[in-house]
């Protein structure tokens, strides 16, 4: 009995295994015997098979490193030292972005150097990284000319990335007309980013040279097939009678369809439509109620977060909060918003600001003046012709005076 009770054991574990066996697909089962054999592309593929648990293998951080290493390591091919450098690109987004599968610490240094490697091995896509990576140094010099060469060969997300530096950095001597002819492609691909971003340029927020409203709706009207916040761009032209009928009414419904699919900036402007009366009366309560949903959304732009900090500042809809407004605004002039740093430097100024930990800081003209600066840099109209008459009283006359005349040619009007 009991060896009958043994074979039934052994018959049993052995149909499991073959169920487990079976299991494996054969897919993987072809990945395996080639990367075994030494195929490269194939030691790659089985690495990110285990990494992101493709072809019914579950995800395993020992086996997707060691078939890693082994694909990006040097070998010698008809007598040549050759090396894998996808491999070697994927080693380096690792140690950026998949150290907790690995359980190791995060390592951006060995990560830069990764794809800088695989890029020197002529891999064209570890462009987009380095220069990522140079943009989140501070260096934008280097990121722009990484980011152009990714850009050149095509790849969309650069493609807006690069023109978005070139354009919001004036002080670059780079080619507007490659990065316009560069959108002008993504946007033809159906790329709602590019969309929106000609149709700011032709709006003429990089300069009025380029305002063409017609060209800014219909890149508008394409994006608005599937991107909420150029829906909240076309309820802005209505509110404001751009290239279409003023009326407040169309907009609200505009936003609210934005809204609906999560743009911040359809909550924004309907809080705006509230806070100047353009429905009825003015409701400073429902505007702070829509701004502090624009807010809730995933990564509100640099207006919208310096807008929350006015609110609070000024205790809009709500009760006053100044140290919290202060680091919204401090927030937004950090990510670039021009009139955010105007306002910070005048909080400096007026000895407004405050601590991390929501102390008061003494009024400060040299921090106010850093701002002002930045803010005149970035081609804010109010921060030119102000830092413009600072230069004149600095006896930089000469300076100050072709600066105010920039805010003039600017639109923005200047006492003389």
């Not at 992101?52 to 951080?61: C, F, L, Q, S, T």
């Not at 009326?247 to 100047?276: F, I, M, T």
């Not at 930990?357 to 003209?365: D, L, N």
Request: hydrophobic letters at 40%; proline letters at 3%.
């Amino acid at each position: 009995m009991r060896i009958q009770y043994i074979f039934l054991f052994l018959m049993t574990f052995s149909f499991a295994g073959q169920l487990f066996a079976d299991e494996v697909s054969p897919q993987l089962r072809a990945l395996q015997r080639l990367a075994e054999d030494g195929n490269n592309e194939a030691q790659l593929e089985l690495a990110l098979t285990y990494l992101e648990g493709r072809n019914g293998a579950d995800p395993d951080a020992d086996l997707a490193w060691e078939w890693l290493e082994k694909a990006a390591q040097k070998r010698i091919e008809n007598g040549i030292e050759v090396q894998n450098a996808k491999a070697v690109l994927n080693l380096g987004i690792c140690y950026e972005s998949y150290f907790d599968f690995f359980d190791f610490p995060q390592d951006r240094e060995k990560a830069m150097n990764y794809y800088m490697e695989a890029y020197n091995l002529g891999y064209i896509r570890a462009a987009h990284y380095v220069g990522q990576t140079y943009l989140e140094r501070g260096d934008l010099q280097k990121a722009v000319r990484y980011l152009e060469e990714a850009a050149t060969q095509g790849f969309e997300d650069d493609i807006v990335l690069y023109a978005q530096i070139v354009f919001r950095n004036p002080q670059f001597n780079v080619s507007k007309d490659k990065a316009i002819k560069l959108l002008k492609l993504a946007a033809r691909r159906s790329n709602s980013a590019a969309q929106i971003m000609l149709a700011d340029l032709y709006a003429g927020i990089y300069g009025k040279q380029y305002a063409d409203a017609p060209t800014m709706f219909d890149y508008l009207w394409m994006a608005s097939a599937k991107e909420p916040n150029a829906m909240a761009r076309i309820g802005y032209c209505y509110e404001n009678g751009i290239h279409v009928e003023k009326d407040a009414e169309v907009a609200e419904k505009w936003y609210l369809r934005a809204a609906k699919g999560g743009s911040p900036e359809g909550y924004a402007h309907l809080a705006n439509l509230h806070a100047q009366g353009k429905l009825g009366e003015q409701d400073f309560a429902q505007a702070f109620l829509y701004l502090n949903l624009a807010m809730q959304q995933p990564t509100p732009p640099n207006w919208v977060i310096y807008q929350y900090g006015t609110y609070l500042i000024e205790g809009v809809g709500t009760e006053k909060r100044p140290a919290e407004g202060f680091s919204y605004i401090e927030a937004a002039a950090r990510r670039g918003d021009a009139a955010a740093m105007d306002y910070l430097s005048f909080l400096y100024m007026n000895g407004q600001a405050y601590t991390a930990e929501g102390e008061t800081i003494e009024a400060s003209p040299k921090q106010a003046l850093e701002w002002l600066k930045r803010a005149a840099e970035f081609n804010h109209p109010p921060a030119m012709a102000r830092y413009g008459q600072y230069l004149i009283l600095d006896g930089k006359k000469e300076e100050g005076e072709q600066l105010i005349q920039k805010a003039k040619e600017l639109g923005y009007e200047v006492a003389d």
